[in-house]
């Protein structure tokens, strides 16, 4: 069954960067887009773009453009999203989903928490 | 940016009850809407895509229609299990964007 496995909550300092993961499962890592997603309380969902891990093509939400940077490994089928410059504005439970269209299976999220 | 418009907000229905939540997008999208149900603590789950099609291994109580702009999730008899938050995602164009989320819960 399709499984994506986020990594664990993050305590972080403002300024500093975080790299999350999503390991993927069940299916062909390469055959579809990762999605990642903001949520925050309050402010609802942001949609921060896709990476395509076939061959590595992205697609940011211009408002993450430099906030948000995607990458992907093919041997680990596991998708990796660095979120650098980091405020309390980034304090959020951030989701991996496999897409293209229909973005059908979400990771359990990850909480990022932003303090000094 | 395609903004997605939900309503209502919060949502209080009995046991049995019809629920439709509705989402309305600021230009046309065809039927690239999703609906999704969000329970605390958990990730979303994907009911209904193309904004009619029921995700395999939903409940078919759950439905979607659209007409235009304008896109309905229906709930024909509400159960216990469905008290959750409910949101759309419109995927026409990026950047995707999302409804506010309704938040429904027994009366």
């Known amino acids: 069954q399709v499984q994506l496995q986020q990594s664990g909550a993050e305590l972080v300092k403002p300024g500093s960067s975080v790299k999350i993961s999503c390991k993927a499962s069940?299916?062909?890592?390469?055959?579809?887009?990762m999605h990642w997603i903001k949520q925050q309380p309050g402010n609802g969902l942001e949609w921060i773009g896709w990476?395509?891990?076939?061959?590595?093509?992205?697609k940011y939400n211009q408002k993450f453009n430099g906030k948000a940077t995607l990458t992907a490994d093919k041997s680990s089928s596991t998708a990796y999203m660095q979120l650098s410059s980091l405020t309390s504005e980034d304090s959020a439970v951030y989701f991996c989903?496999?897409?293209?269209?229909?973005?059908?299976?979400w990771g359990q999220g990850v909480m990022v928490t932003v303090s000094s | 940016d395609i903004q997605v418009t939900q309503s209502p907000s919060s949502l209080l229905a009995s046991l049995g009850e019809r629920v439709t939540i509705t989402c309305q997008t600021s230009?046309?999208?065809?039927?690239?809407l999703n609906w999704y149900q969000q329970k605390p603590g958990q990730a979303p789950m994907l009911l209904i895509y193309y904004a009619t099609s029921l995700q395999t291994g939903m409940p078919s109580r759950f439905s979607g229609q659209y007409s235009g702009r304008s896109f309905t999730l229906t709930i024909t008899s509400l159960e216990p299990e469905d008290v959750a938050n409910y949101f759309c995602l419109q995927h026409y164009s990026a950047p995707y964007t999302f409804g506010a989320g309704t938040k429904l819960e027994l009366k």
């Open positions: 069940g299916y062909t890592f390469t055959s579809y887009d």
């Open positions: 990476i395509y891990p076939g061959n590595g093509n992205t």
């Open positions: 989903a496999r897409g293209g269209r229909v973005l059908d299976y």
């Open positions: 230009q046309s999208i065809s039927n690239n």
